[in-house]
């Protein structure tokens, strides 16, 4: 007696693995089409299992039949056979329902998007582990760089403070001379031309920031472990964000700065913030303010290309979302959220959290 796993290999790679890790079988089965071999290939290159891959026809239904047939043919009445339906193409899942939904030993079945799954022949339902790096693998997209919001210090959550009080008293100054800094790292010093400041020190990782504007002057030394990436490129506003996230009771995870490889291996693709929920990942981008809503379809593709079908988006600014903005995150299905928005009689807190609890359990469009 053997305990055999089938299956169906589609776009979305996730499924299949959780189906196999659930199972735990002694043999793995992978039906893939010509254009699903890659995903097949990342699936077996995960699992320690015996694994054997057939290819179909993802069409034609007397092929598929034939396939199914000979394949069913080749199981021993003893054997036990488990079948996840829920990828490849609608054909094969029919095929393989119809030909297999009256056997005693076997079980079929499917995974959603909120990582249950489904007993086809019972109806009933259970939750499967989710591994947020199989997840990225599977993709084809690793994720090896990325900071743990765990590694953030208390004192790197405060200087944050200062850093939002400084940027309040001239946010262009303030923009315009970290910008300096960012994009010229062997310079130390920059200046306006109305006397404002910033004094990099290197070597003990502290700044000397004094801005001048309209409210007066405001002169800090800030000093933090991640000091660097805080102050310049509005690191400050996205570790704001997981701070503010991380009281979130879903959030089991909580990953910033993460930079998927690209293609040509020169160029970066970021990803602000990633929450592993336990059921699923919420992609978050951070903005103070938004100059140009491709920025949201940028946001949007890099979704779908390290994500996956199911997980969920959230673009969260500083100032206040003009109307264009809101409706092009709506046409895509991304939840929005200003800090600008002022909810009555409650928190920033309480109203992100419903937003995300009640999104969370809806299943995206394909």
Not at 337 to 355: A, D, M
Request: net charge negative; charged share 20%; glycine share 6%.
């Amino acid at each position: 007696m053997a305990n055999i796993h089938i299956a169906l290999v589609g776009g979305q790679t996730t499924p299949v693995y959780q189906g196999i890790m659930y199972t735990n079988p002694d043999r793995v089965i992978l039906i893939h089409s010509t254009q699903t071999e890659t995903e097949a290939n990342r699936i077996n290159a995960e699992i320690m299992i015996e694994c054997e891959l057939i290819k179909f026809n993802p069409v034609d239904l007397q092929q598929i039949s034939d396939a199914v047939i000979k394949l069913k043919n080749g199981f021993s009445t003893n054997d036990h056979i488990t079948i996840n339906v829920g990828g490849g193409t609608k054909p094969w899942s029919i095929i393989f329902y119809e030909y297999f939904r009256k056997d005693a030993n076997t079980q079929l079945f499917y995974i959603d998007q909120n990582n249950l799954m489904w007993d086809l022949k019972t109806n009933e339902k259970s939750e499967v582990d989710f591994d947020m790096d199989v997840q990225f693998r599977l993709l084809g997209n690793p994720l090896t760089r990325f900071t743990s919001f765990s590694e953030y210090s208390p004192e790197d959550k405060q200087v944050c403070v200062g850093i939002r009080t400084l940027r309040n008293v001239n946010f262009r100054v303030f923009f315009n001379l970290t910008k300096q800094l960012y994009d010229n790292p062997n310079l130390n010093y920059v200046s306006s031309s109305l006397g404002s400041f910033i004094q990099r020190y290197p070597a003990d990782q502290s700044y000397h920031v004094e801005m001048k504007g309209r409210s007066g002057v405001r002169s800090l030394i800030l000093s933090a472990p991640h000091i660097d990436s805080l102050i310049l490129n509005t690191g400050w506003f996205e570790l704001e964000i997981a701070e503010l996230l991380s009281g979130w009771s879903k959030a089991k995870e909580i990953r910033l700065n993460c930079v998927f490889p690209s293609l040509n291996e020169t160029s970066k693709n970021e990803i602000d913030i990633i929450i592993h929920t336990g059921t699923k990942l919420l992609f978050v981008e951070c903005k103070t303010s938004i100059f140009d809503n491709t920025t949201i379809d940028k946001f949007a593709s890099a979704v779908k290309l390290y994500g996956g079908l199911g997980s969920k988006a959230l673009f969260i600014t500083d100032t206040a979302m003009k109307s264009k903005a809101i409706e092009k995150c709506r046409d895509h299905g991304i939840m929005h959220y200003s800090l600008q928005n002022n909810p009555e009689g409650k928190t920033h807190k309480e109203v992100l959290f419903e937003i995300l609890d009640k999104e969370l359990i809806n299943l995206n469009a394909k």
